[in-house]
């Protein structure tokens, strides 16, 4: 069975540097083809995907959002991180990790973790 | 660019409601649908346009080609009012429909 689970703050402010980790079970980041990614949802809006890694530290960033993201792994602690810089109160959402494996679908989801930017 | 319609849909218990999908470009069979309930991670309902995820009810349908994709319940439940997102995951950056919410 599958699980992940975001962590980190709920309030950053204005300029700051979000780092938010997910913890994962069920599968190991170092297997062919595994894979992590990051998708927000502000509130009313549709999920935007931000980025992921895969099991062979390939990463894939939003266009949109390239030069603030950076997404690492920590194989032996199951774990992937998310590095966002220079956060604004548009940034306020609720970050999600899921699971993918190759080039599909999420077919896992974490709970999600709300994120608020404000001074 | 997944655009989604109707915005929102109000049925009835019991009927059957569609939903659509339309990608900008060709999206081949790389599609899926997510089901959503307030305060709740998206749920995988549906990959390759038409594969039920493990556990899904057989009421849930999926259907399309190309760009555009059609969601089906059928027979619809108390549990299956919530927003229903689609993906597509064939190109880069990957994409969301922006959702339909359906209420009673």
């Known amino acids: 069975q599958i699980t992940l689970k975001e962590s980190g703050p709920t309030l950053v402010k204005p300029t700051e540097t979000l780092t938010l980790t997910c913890t994962f079970s069920g599968f190991s980041l170092s297997t062919t083809r595994e894979g992590v990614g990051w998708i927000r949802q502000s509130p009313g809006e549709a999920h935007e995907w931000l980025g992921l890694i895969y099991w062979n530290d390939e990463t894939r960033y939003s266009p949109s959002l390239q030069s603030r993201l950076t997404i690492t792994k920590d194989n032996s602690k199951n774990e992937v991180v998310l590095t966002m810089t220079n956060m604004d109160s548009v940034d306020t959402a609720t970050y999600f990790c899921?699971?993918?494996?190759?080039?599909?679908?999420?077919?896992?989801w974490g709970q999600g973790t709300l994120v608020s930017v404000s001074s | 660019v997944m655009t989604q319609s109707p915005a929102t849909l109000s049925v009835s218990p019991g009927e059957r409601v569609t939903l659509s999908c339309r990608a900008s470009q060709s999206v081949y069979n790389n599609l899926a649908w997510y089901q959503q309930k307030f305060g709740q991670a998206p749920r995988l309902l549906i990959y390759g346009i038409s594969t039920r995820a493990t556990g899904i009810p057989a009421r849930f349908g999926g259907s399309g080609s190309g760009t555009e994709f059609t969601l089906t319940i059928s027979g619809l439940q108390s549990e299956d009012f919530a927003v229903y997102y689609c993906?597509?995951?064939?190109?880069?950056?990957?994409?969301f429909g922006a959702g339909t919410k359906v209420e009673i």
């Open positions: 993906q597509q995951y064939n190109s880069w950056p990957l994409t």
């Open positions: 899921a699971h993918r494996r190759g080039h599909s679908f999420f077919d896992n």
